[in-house]
């Protein structure tokens, strides 16, 4: 913000305030007086309606100004960081992998790698459970047995 303005800005201000004060104006003579502003107004001025009239137009100008620069420092701002962000491809979210279903009549799954392709323990051998996934031999704390 500069101290010091161009006749063109100060024009286009003096220009904008008339606008303003013209729509404050128009508003009153419609009568869509803000009733939450006209009470603030009349109790500023304790009552006094030819007062009270002027501190409502002091209010409102300023309030559409702080609205209007709100929104115009709203657009700016969003535009700016449209131009600054870089174009970047969306990128759809990976998969998960899907956990491996239990095959039809297997009943052990192996706690390392959560395979299924386990060769039964062999009782008579005394042979403990082999999984052919991860290529070990389990036992009681790496087998899992999965009822149906």
């Not at 007086?33 to 209010?59: C, H, M, S």
């Not at 999984?131 to 047995?145: G, I, N, P, V």
């Amino acid at each position: 913000m500069s101290w010091f303005k161009s006749k063109q800005e100060q024009l286009a201000e003096n220009l904008y305030d008339e606008q303003v004060h013209a729509k404050v104006a128009g508003e009153i003579v419609s009568n869509e007086i803000w009733p939450g502003l006209w009470a603030k107004a009349f109790a500023q001025t304790a009552g006094n309606e030819q007062q009270a009239r002027a501190v409502y137009i002091k209010l409102r100008v300023a309030q559409i100004k702080l609205g209007v620069d709100v929104q115009d420092e709203f657009v700016t701002n969003a535009v700016r960081s449209l131009d600054e962000a870089p174009a970047r491809r969306v990128e759809p979210p990976p998969e998960l992998p899907q956990p491996p279903q239990r095959p039809n009549g297997a009943y052990y799954k192996c706690a390392k790698c959560n395979g299924w392709n386990i060769k039964p323990p062999d009782i008579i051998s005394r042979q403990a459970a082999y999984c052919l996934d991860c290529k070990t031999f389990l036992y009681r704390h790496d087998l899992l047995f999965v009822p149906s």
